[in-house]
């Protein structure tokens, strides 16, 4: 029992000191429950973050919104060819173009943080079997693993509502079953397809006002996430994608 006590203070001694630097960190707007472990910026190009590396930073990049409250999905993507240094600066910019559009759906409650894009593999949350390959039918798909969810883009040149909806399969929702009829061009991701889903950055999910079919995409996201509909919206915060 010698050692009991000891050992006690020192816990109380660590936990005190925990509380200290948690209570002394900078507050940045809200509350955060996903917070991010880095300085923002990054974003639009040039940005440089200044973070403290416990917590929020404060970041000088433009174009850059708070994640805030926001979940952020930090991913990897495995390109199955052996892309050039050119196109995988182009899927770069295809996943930050990604990254908008998911912040815009979520109405500003999700968002990719941190991406890796890694060349000549076929593992990942994400894979591209060709970044600047041919669009073929289907263009993509998600599938359940023992991880939870794995999506294919036969192309990298696909649009985001292509991405959107596959990650509405693995994520978003998770919906599982397809609501192509939701159409009206602009109401509904999920009815996004091959040639169809509107204008690039016309991210919505339908809701009970603008379902055209039956799903209710926003019912079943605000039963699996803690958001609200309509959410807070904003700027899109900065999203890093790492080539290696
Ligand atoms: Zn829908
Ligand atoms: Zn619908």
Known sequence: MKHKLPAILE???LLILFLAVAISLPVSGCSKKHKSSRGGGGGGGGGTGTGT?????TGTGTGTGNIGDADALDLTWGVEENASQADLEYMADRIRTHNNSLWTGTEGQACLRDQT????????DVII??????????IGWCMSTSGGWQITLVTGTVN????MHELGHGWVGPFNGEEYSC???GVCVQAASMGAGGTEGLIKWCDPDTCVQSQECWNIML???NWDHPGPGGAPP??????Q
């Open 11 to 13: 816990k109380s001694g």
């Open 53 to 57: 590396g416990t917590g929020t930073g």
């Open 117 to 124: 894009l890694v060349n000549n593999s076929s593992q990942g």
């Open 129 to 138: 079997q060709s970044i600047k390959g041919p669009k073929s039918n289907p």
């Open 160 to 163: 985001s509502q292509i991405f």
């Open 183 to 185: 159409v009206n061009d």
């Open 223 to 225: 039963q699996n996430h």
């Open 238 to 243: 900065a999203c890093n994608v790492t080539i």
